[in-house]
């Protein structure tokens, strides 16, 4: 993005219809939405109240008025790190933590909180058939806090796989341990898995479905929905280990050519780099509305405030 305007703007806009590192041997492991999902206008329209509740709570906290200088107004969410069967690199997975920052700025804020290692139980199988269980074990408080699981995922072809928030898969609660990213240990900075060595662009891609988006090649080149956000160009499918420069243009009817540097495309790290704004205001809407307490957790210090109703009049 090469400008930043303020998060009001983008979830206000009623124009919203509403990946990860690739190589050609690895992908993305996301489960297929059961039923995909758009905000309403209304419903931006209420997470934008409940944005602006959020940041005069932090201002008001501070001794300031809103409309003041704030060095963040991102939405801060604390990161539980679980290091599967030890020796994890923790500081290349500082390091994939502040890119992500970067490339989430300046909407959303992630802080290591805790960082617990584990043995070996789920080092191979934390990826595969047994991921569920091994979240069930280890998971510490799912809706307080994002939780990230670095295994052995190489075995079963992936870079790793996320949960979505409530607001997108209704089948879930706030506090289910299903929820958090697993990630492949050699998916971070510097790691083996990418066609001269990985960035670290998967953990935003993953973390870009823990908060609600969908692939840009979801849905394909249907114009009716696709992945529900209008400035991602339609996509017909994922591009594996294509050239950043390859000026594909796969739904030519869309007006507009496949993006190669959008995080939440298949293309290889190096061309990764960013989010779109609609992106983004999906993001803030699907973690506002599905994931309260995480958000609570992180920007507000405070247990005691609801943003499932607390900051707005229903009647108004």
């Known amino acids: 993005r090469k400008t930043t305007p303020t ?29 995909l999902v758009a905000p309403t206008d209304a419903q931006l329209t209420q997470a934008a109240k409940m944005l ?47 890119l992500m920052n970067e490339q989430f700025s300046p909407y959303f804020e992630f802080t290591i909180v805790d960082r617990l290692t584990h043995d070996d139980t789920f080092l191979a199988k934390g990826c595969g058939d047994e991921a569920e269980t091994m979240k069930q074990d ?27 928030p409530p607001s997108i898969d209704a089948s ?30 998967t953990m935003s891609h993953e973390t870009g479905h823990y908060l609600g988006l969908y692939h840009t090649f979801q849905g394909g080149c249907d114009e ?16 594996f280990g294509t050239s950043c420069d390859s000026g594909i243009d796969s739904c030519p009817d869309s007006g507009d050519a496949d993006i190669t540097s959008n995080l939440m495309a298949y293309y290889e790290d190096v061309c990764l780099d960013d989010f779109t704004d609609l992106q983004m205001s999906r993001a803030l809407w699907a973690t506002l509305t599905g994931r309260p307490t995480l958000v609570s957790a992180g920007s507000m210090e405070s247990s005691d405030l609801c943003l499932a109703g607390h900051y707005w009049d229903d009647e108004a």
């Open 7 to 35: 998060m009001f703007k983008y979830l206000t806009i009623a124009a919203v219809v509403t990946g990860a590192a690739a190589h050609s041997d690895f992908s993305c492991g996301q489960r297929e939405p059961t039923e």
């Open 52 to 98: 602006a509740g959020v940041l005069e709570h932090r201002h008001a906290r501070a001794g300031r008025k809103l409309s003041e200088s704030w060095d963040s107004n991102a939405l801060q969410i604390g990161v539980v790190t679980h290091d599967i069967g030890g020796g994890l690199d923790n500081d290349a997975v500082d390091a994939n933590i502040a």
């Open 138 to 164: 280890l998971a510490v408080s799912p809706g307080e806090f994002y939780n990230i699981y670095f295994a052995d995922c190489a075995a079963e072809g992936l870079f790793g796989f996320s949960s979505f």
């Open 172 to 201: 879930t609660t706030e506090d289910d341990p299903s929820h958090g990213t697993v990630q492949a240990r050699e998916s971070l900075p510097g790691g083996s898995m990418c066609d001269g060595g990985c960035d670290g662009d």
């Open 224 to 239: 009716t929905g696709g992945d529900y956000v209008s400035d991602t160009p339609a996509e017909s499918e994922p591009h």
